[in-house]
């Protein structure tokens, strides 16, 4: 079975530019959550949808940050204007319908330097 | 407001000894918990979980333990070995959200 695939791996780009995440999660999973991890701390979890429909997007800085899920499969993260407080690891990640095993399973992250 | 807390930056662990990594939780709503183990520039990869309708759960060398009364959890790993070296992340969703709150995470080093 393949996982959550995401990309790109590594970006830099440089304050006030606009940047784009993409993720593709397993094959079957209804959930699909957006991840942002700064150095030394804990994933903070931006938006949830289910299927295509947001579930969760209160901690979604929103005059900056968008995400949308076509289809209710693949899935784009976007920051425009980007902040140097945006340096992170991005990490998408899924699960099955919330009634079945409810553990998610994450991509490889983004890394995000913003200069 | 740090809902899930892992007060613990870091341990070391002689190998084949037993890791004790800890996490406590403000929300009493939280009725699901999960482990995630991380090594540098991959994602968390999940480790174990439990419901808050148990106080145990074990899988092979790891075994969480979940004290209800006093907001705390627990992974034991025996014996500990060196591929085990990694950040440990626990998390908490409640009301069947699956909303996963992430705490700060300990980084494990099992010394050979």
């Known amino acids: 079975e393949a996982g959550v695939a995401q990309s790109p791996r590594y970006k830099i780009i440089e304050k006030r530019q606009s940047v784009a995440f993409w993720c593709n999660p397993i094959s079957g999973h209804a959930t699909l959550y957006w991840y942002q991890q700064i150095l030394g701390q804990g994933p903070k979890l931006l938006i949830q949808f289910q299927n295509n429909g947001v579930v969760d997007d209160s901690q979604l800085p929103k005059d900056r940050f968008s995400a949308e899920r076509l289809k209710g499969v693949d899935s784009t993260l976007k920051i425009q204007p980007a902040k140097l407080e945006d340096s992170a690891v991005y990490l998408c990640?899924?699960?099955?319908?919330?009634?079945?095993?409810?553990?998610?399973?994450f991509g490889q992250g983004t890394r995000l330097t913003v200069v | 407001d740090q809902q899930v807390k892992q007060n613990s930056p870091s341990l070391s662990v002689q190998e084949g000894r037993i890791s004790i990594l800890n996490c406590d939780y403000t929300n009493s709503m939280f009725d699901y918990f999960l482990w995630y183990k991380k090594y540098p520039a991959e994602g968390p990869t999940f480790l174990i979980s439990i419901s808050s309708i148990k106080d145990k759960n074990e899988d092979g060398r790891f075994t969480v333990f979940l004290n209800k009364s006093a907001k705390h959890l627990s992974l034991h790993i025996v014996p500990s070995q060196p591929g085990d070296s990694a950040v440990y992340f626990c998390?908490?969703?409640?009301?069947?959200?699956?909303?996963?709150?992430f705490g700060t995470g300990t980084r494990l080093k099992v010394l050979a």
């Open positions: 990640a899924s699960s099955w319908v919330r009634d079945r095993a409810p553990e998610a399973f």
């Open positions: 998390a908490a969703s409640y009301s069947g959200t699956y909303k996963y709150i």
